[in-house]
């Protein structure tokens, strides 16, 4: 069974969509998080969520936001979708405390 | 704020041979320091972890890390590198308390194992 899953695994849409990713994790972590990689492999944290607490990075834009139906579920909604978008964006979820993440394979969005 | 820095962005080394990925890291108190690997086309790994107690750590596929708090080094070693070992190798470091609990990521480190 996959631990922490994502889909889809590509995503090719065209500027001014709006677009979802899913993320589901079956470890009963606390918390939640997605990580944008660029083309250099940098790994940039977007969002932190547990059952109390949503973090966000000031820097995200707004048009990114995260759902949570309920603890083992974690979407990211895009809307209009710009080309500097394109990116690897990776779901991952930890135990309170953030000790440990467990990684998804990651999303590769490419807007167009 | 907290900060880590993987000064190599590839390293490169014969099958074989001893390897190592170097990490340094600036963080307010005592820190939780993390090392993943990154496979192509896949998702970071947990290697390992250093919490608290002995300084050397020792994780997953024969890679360990050794703590150094003078030097703020946290550097990833392997006795005996395999070609297998090719990845990106992530540094993290998060504050043991206070703080944000997200870790903060180094920008990675591309190993390359030579046959």
């Known amino acids: 069974d996959t631990a922490v899953s994502q889909t889809p695994k590509y995503l090719v849409t065209q500027m001014g969509n709006d677009k979802s990713i899913k993320c589901e994790q079956n470890l009963g972590h606390d918390t939640m998080y997605w990580y944008k990689q660029d083309s250099k492999k940098f790994l940039k944290i977007m969002f932190s969520y547990n059952n109390k607490e949503l973090i966000i990075n000031e820097t995200v834009p707004n048009r990114f936001s995260p759902k949570s139906p309920d603890k083992a579920h974690l979407n990211l909604h895009i809307n209009s979708l710009e080309l500097g978008d394109s990116a690897v964006y990776f779901c991952a979820s930890s135990p309170l405390g953030g000790d440990g993440y467990t990684f998804g394979s990651g999303t590769r969005l490419t807007v167009v | 704020a907290q900060s880590v820095a993987q000064p190599e962005d590839q390293v490169n080394v014969a099958e074989g041979n001893p390897l190592t990925v170097k990490c340094t890291y600036s963080v307010s108190g005592n820190p939780y320091l993390f090392w993943y690997v990154q496979y192509p086309n896949r998702g970071l790994q947990f290697l390992l972890k250093?919490?608290?107690?002995?300084?050397l750590v020792k994780g997953s596929y024969g890679f360990e890390a050794e703590f150094n708090k003078s030097q703020t080094s946290f550097h990833l070693k392997k006795p005996s590198a395999l070609v297998s070992d090719s990845a990106l190798y992530f540094c993290a470091v998060r504050p043991s308390s206070g703080g944000s609990y997200i870790p903060t990521f180094g920008r990675g480190t591309s190993l390359i194992v030579h046959p």
């Open positions: 250093y919490i608290t107690g002995d300084n």
